[in-house]
């Protein structure tokens, strides 16, 4: 796959895990401020969307008619956007239980390491089958694979504004 992918996938994951190991357990499952999940729960969040890409991209993919790079820039445009507000699909909203920071550090890093190995493993240019984006459809690979970036940069972006507004980073 792109070479430039692959590195967008292993650098937004070592910023993520290093941003996650950034906050103290003891603060990982507080409210920074109104309004807001804890560090905790952007983290599950976050898991959990990585976790069905990782599964839509190694699951079934059929022959793609269009652009298979169609929905890369609009998925980017409105991810990276941080003056919009978005709403999680209920499937991958966080729960209300406390969260295990070391855990959920190991869990990451394994789903991080798959989403690479597909991306440098896998035809980018097929399209996967098996889970359709809300609204959008189905997507490519290599559309999955960008869009796993450019909503984990969104909640790195989250993580950095609550770390440096409430202090609660070590």
Same mark, same amino acid.
């Given at each position: #796959? ?16 290093? #941003? ?10 507080? =409210?920074? $401020? ?7 729960? !952007? *983290?599950?969040? !976050? $898991?959990l969307?990585?976790?069905?890409? +990782? ?17 890369i *820039?609009? @998925?980017?445009? /409105?991810?990276?956007? $941080?003056?919009?507000? #978005? ?16 855990? @959920? @550090?190991?869990? #990451? ?14 035809d980018?240019?097929?399209?996967? +089958? ?8 189905? @997507? ?8 796993? =970036? !450019? ?11 609550? /770390? =440096?507004?409430?202090? =609660?980073?070590?």
């Amino acid at each position: #796959m792109e070479k430039q992918l692959i590195n967008e996938i292993e650098s937004t994951a070592g910023e993520l895990l290093q #941003m996650i190991d950034s906050f103290e357990q003891e603060t990982f499952n507080e =409210v920074p $401020f109104k309004d807001s999940w804890t560090p905790g729960q !952007v *983290a599950e969040h !976050v $898991f959990l969307s990585a976790s069905g890409i +990782l599964s839509t991209v190694n699951g079934n993919t059929g022959p793609t008619q269009r652009d298979p790079h169609q929905m890369i *820039a609009p @998925l980017r445009d /409105a991810f990276l956007n $941080f003056n919009i507000k #978005m709403q999680s699909p209920d499937f991958i909203l966080p729960s209300q239980d406390p969260k295990d920071k070391a855990t @959920l @550090l190991r869990s #990451m890093k394994d789903i991080w390491t798959g989403l690479a190995k597909a991306a440098r493993t896998q035809d980018p240019d097929a399209t996967c +089958l098996d889970f359709e984006m809300p609204t959008i459809g189905t @997507l490519t690979r290599i559309e999955w694979l960008s869009f796993a =970036v !450019v909503h984990t940069q969104r909640h790195i972006w989250q993580l950095k504004k609550m /770390a =440096v507004i409430t202090g =609660v980073a070590k």
